[in-house]
Every structure is written in C-alpha cells, then in structure tokens.
C-alpha cells in the first residue's frame, strides 16, 4: 500500500510568490491534515479536512488555504509568500473521521523563501 | 501554543543504553502519541496510549502515561544507533473534533555507536 506523498519535495520561492502544495493520502483514508514545522515554533497545525469539508482550521492568517479533492487528494495554497513562511509543510492521513488512530505523515514539501 | 513539552530537549547516550523522554500537557485528553522524525523527514508514529491506560508496551518501546499528573514518558531499551532521531509526543487538539494533534517540542536524541 502507498503512503503519503507530497509534491513537490523541495521549492524555492520569493518574497510576494505564491506556492501550491500538494498531498495524496493513503487510499482509503479520507482525512487529511496540513501542518508546518519550524525550528522556532516546532510543529504547528494549520488545516483539517474530511470529505472535501475543512474541518477544523490553526491559527495561521488568510494566506494560508487549502482544499481538498473527491479523490481525498489535497492542496494547500500560501500567497504573498514572506521570508517567515519557510519551513517543512508535512501532510498527514488517516482512516477515521476522528482521532483513534495513528496519523500518517508524508516525508514532507520543504519550501525555502529568498 | 504547544500542548506537549518535552523533557530533555536534547539527550546524547551510547548504543546499549536506555533513553528515556518525558512529556507534559496541559489539558484533559483521551489519548497520548508518540512520533520519531528522523532529520527532516517525515513523522513516524511510535505508539498510542488511551487515557485509560498506565503502560503500553510496543518491542523495545515502553510508554507510561499519568493523568493526574499530566505527562507521559518514553523509554527505549538497549538504544541503537539507528534510533537515533527527534521523538515527539502528541495530544489530541479538540477531543473528538476531528484528527487534530498538538505536538511537543520534541527530544533530539544521539545514540552514539
């Protein structure tokens, strides 16, 4: 069975640039959960979604978006890109609507802002 | 915020030895995680363990959770140095409002060969 995968692995942008992240899940899992990982804040939650519906949303501003296909797929969205949005942006699955289970994580999308 | 914090920040022992990682919360939970992340790569999870639950073992893993006081442990018997990585604990967010984790800071851990 395939795992997480993310695309791209590794992207450098600049400054006011936009960038789209994508996730496929493990098949069968129709949960799907975004979250950014820095050296000064560690790791952060920044979006759920379940059956194309964002359940549940961190504390990251409007630029920060995301969405999720029928297929279960998901793309997170980062406009106006700022030098602070650099970071590992790892994706994670999982087989229940609800937390009773173990996450699936990607090896992650490292996006480098100059 | 974080929910987790992890105690020690960083632990550097030799291969054979145990290790053993605390981690605190905050607030009431239903269960506790924990994930490896070798360097850069993605999260790995470890084990979980419900609110119901003193210890959990897992191989080499042993896990203990105590509710009243808030905070959790990890032990790695006879480390390799193939474990070396970050290990972090993880608390459900919002219980039962969906598949949302609060991380720690995690525990760097160095199994020297």
């Known amino acids: 069975k395939a795992g997480v995968t993310q695309t791209p692995r590794y992207l450098i942008k600049t400054r006011g640039q936009q960038v789209t992240l994508s996730c496929s899940p493990i098949s069968g899992h129709r949960s799907v959960s975004w979250y950014q990982q820095t050296p000064g804040q560690g790791l952060q939650f920044l979006f759920e979604?379940?059956?194309?519906?964002?359940?549940n949303k961190g504390n990251f501003p409007g630029r920060f978006s995301g969405r999720q296909f029928s297929n279960s797929r998901s793309e997170m969205n980062v406009s106006t890109l700022e030098l602070g949005d650099s970071a590992l942006y790892l994706c994670?699955?999982?087989?229940?609507?609800?937390?009773?289970?173990?996450?699936?994580f990607g090896e992650g999308s490292r996006l480098t802002v100059l | 915020s974080q929910q987790g914090e992890e105690d020690p920040q960083a632990l550097s022992i030799q291969e054979g030895e145990n290790a053993t990682m605390n981690c605190s919360y905050k607030t009431s939970i239903n269960n506790l995680q924990w994930y490896r992340q070798n360097s850069g790569r993605g999260l790995v999870h470890l084990i979980l363990?419900?609110?119901?639950?003193r210890e959990k073992h897992s191989g080499r893993l042993r896990v203990t959770l105590d509710t009243s006081k808030k905070s959790s442990s990890l032990l790695i018997t006879a480390s390799r140095a193939a474990d070396t990585a970050s290990y972090f604990c993880?608390?459900?967010?919002?219980?039962?409002?969906?598949?949302?984790?609060?991380f720690g800071g995690g525990t760097r851990l160095m199994v020297k060969p």
């Open positions: 979604y379940f059956s194309e519906t964002q359940r």
């Open positions: 994670a699955s999982s087989l229940a609507a609800r937390l009773t289970g173990e996450l699936f």
């Open positions: 993880a608390t459900p967010r919002n219980n039962n409002a969906g598949n949302m984790l609060t």
């Open positions: 363990i419900r609110s119901n639950e």
